[in-house]
């Protein structure tokens, strides 16, 4: 058998827009692992069209890699994909061969990698699992390091239920979006923090 066929569960998305519009990615379903809903993702990358290309972009939780690679898809020049699992690791190469996508892909924990990566970058994608409680100490981590450059951006998706990782009183909601299970937010750094 082939290592896809030993696979326990398989999901795949498709890329929205872009070079590589209508092309699938494949994931092995993991617990905690819930792709960015096709209607977010295109509603997201509709309110960043201006700003996409030559951008460098961040995906710190890339999971199925759905908002990374739709970030390359769509003009970034450089996109850095952050995960802990092996298997997610592991998928996200291969999809990337797949598409000849040059993404960094790197197997770290989160926040090791903003504590300890001098690069910085205009869009930071922050879709942790929802019950590990990270949004708002990842976020105040790019309070505090030169991650995020600025007029920089930040995506945040959390549980729609969950009012205590709502983003805080130093970023500005840009936009915002709902759909399902899923509350999204654009944010920028407040000029004041």
């Not at 058998?1 to 890329?15: L, Q, V």
């Not at 990270?134 to 995506?155: A, D, H, M, Q, T």
Request: hydrophobic residues 35%; positive net charge; aromatic residues 8%.
């Amino acid at each position: 058998m082939t290592p896809k066929a030993n696979r326990k569960s398989a999901g795949k998305i498709r890329i929205i827009g872009g070079q590589w519009r209508s092309r699938q990615i494949r994931f092995t379903s993991t617990n905690g692992l819930r792709p960015t809903p096709d209607r977010v993702r295109e509603t997201l990358f509709n309110w960043l069209s201006p700003a996409m290309n030559g951008i460098k972009c961040l995906d710190l939780f890339a999971g199925s890699g759905s908002l990374g690679f739709e970030a390359a898809s769509r003009g970034a020049s450089a996109v850095t994909m952050i995960d802990c699992s092996s298997s997610v690791i592991r998928d996200l190469h291969e999809n990337a061969a797949q598409l000849g996508c040059s993404a960094v892909i790197l197997k770290k924990r989160a926040m090791n990698y903003l504590q300890t990566t001098e690069d910085t970058f205009q869009l930071i994608f922050i879709d942790p699992p929802y019950q590990l409680n990270l949004s708002n100490p990842i976020l105040k981590e790019l309070e505090e390091n030169k991650s995020l450059e600025n007029n920089g951006y930040v995506y945040l998706e959390i549980h729609h239920h969950d009012q205590n990782s709502r983003p805080g009183e130093n970023w500005n909601i840009i936009r915002e979006i709902s759909c399902g299970t899923v509350h999204g937010f654009l944010l920028m750094r407040s000029r004041d923090s």
